[in-house]
């Protein structure tokens, strides 16, 4: 009588690593969240030494209709931006369908969107600031003045460190012979840091804006 003997099974586990590439991004935005609470902290301690009143009439010469408006199109290239990342996620590099159909639009579309949204908002802060200077107020007229540049300015470059960004990730879609991994992975974590940024933005605007 013969007998057989069943091998042991055999359980494979996946192990399932974090993305360095999206770990690195996030740390790194942790300490640009450091910085820019520095900026908020200089700005209330300036803002306590002048007094509420003399801040208030300093205030009083910003537009706030037209940084309201500007701030919109920051808050809208955002949403592009998200559905930029639903596109890359489901590996769709580029529109399926007419110009016309945002529906079928892909990961190119929705990008250059928000990078074109993102111009326009860093075009209205320039001419928000020239409009500032006639009125008198530059970095050097008075505490009021150089917190503003200093904080809306830095605010304003990592706007534009994010334009390069999303040229760079277009640039790298338009190149790839397949639209993988790589590619999407980029898209992501570039979304990670227009997201910072436009947040960061909001909490500006309050402050500065409605806060006064």
Same mark, same amino acid.
């Given at each position: 009588?013969?007998?057989?003997?069943?091998?042991? #099974?055999?359980?494979?586990?996946?192990?399932?690593?974090?993305?360095?590439?999206?770990?690195?991004?996030?740390?790194?935005?942790?300490?640009?969240?450091? $910085?820019?609470?520095?900026?908020?902290?200089?700005? /209330?301690?300036?803002?306590?030494?002048?007094?509420? +009143?003399? =801040?208030? %009439?300093?205030?009083? !010469?910003?537009?706030?209709?037209?940084?309201?408006?500007?701030?919109?199109?920051?808050?809208?290239? #955002?949403?592009?931006? &998200?559905?930029?990342?639903?596109?890359?996620?489901? /590996? &769709?590099?580029?529109?399926?369908?007419?110009? $016309?159909?945002?529906?079928?639009?892909?990961?190119?579309? =929705?990008?250059?969107?928000?990078?074109?949204?993102?111009? !326009?908002?860093? #075009?209205?802060?320039?001419?928000?600031?020239?409009?500032?200077?006639?009125?008198?107020?530059?970095?050097?007229?008075? #505490?009021?003045?150089?917190?503003?540049?200093?904080?809306?300015?830095?605010?304003?470059?990592?706007? *534009?460190?994010?334009? *390069?960004? /999303?040229?760079?990730?277009?640039?790298?879609?338009?190149?790839?012979?397949?639209?993988?991994?790589? +590619?999407?992975?980029?898209?992501?974590?570039?979304?990670?840091? =227009?997201?910072? !940024? %436009?947040?960061?933005? *909001?909490?500006? /605007?309050?402050?500065?804006? *409605?806060?006064?």
């Amino acid at each position: 009588m013969s007998s057989t003997t069943a091998a042991p #099974s055999t359980t494979f586990v996946q192990v399932t690593r974090p993305n360095t590439l999206s770990i690195g991004v996030i740390v790194w935005l942790s300490s640009e969240l450091m $910085f820019f609470a520095g900026l908020f902290a200089m700005y /209330f301690t300036h803002r306590a030494v002048a007094g509420p +009143e003399a =801040w208030a %009439d300093s205030a009083s !010469v910003l537009n706030l209709p037209f940084s309201a408006a500007n701030t919109t199109v920051l808050v809208l290239s #955002s949403v592009a931006c &998200q559905m930029g990342v639903f596109a890359a996620e489901r /590996f &769709q590099p580029s529109r399926t369908g007419s110009l $016309f159909n945002v529906a079928r639009w892909g990961m190119q579309e =929705w990008y250059t969107l928000t990078f074109l949204m993102g111009a !326009v908002f860093v #075009s209205g802060q320039v001419t928000e600031y020239a409009e500032l200077v006639e009125h008198g107020m530059t970095i050097s007229s008075g #505490s009021y003045g150089s917190v503003f540049y200093i904080t809306t300015g830095f605010h304003a470059l990592h706007v *534009i460190g994010g334009l *390069i960004a /999303f040229l760079f990730v277009l640039g790298r879609s338009f190149t790839a012979k397949r639209f993988g991994h790589l +590619e999407a992975g980029s898209a992501v974590v570039t979304s990670y840091y =227009w997201h910072f !940024v %436009d947040v960061v933005w *909001i909490a500006l /605007f309050f402050i500065i804006y *409605i806060l006064r």
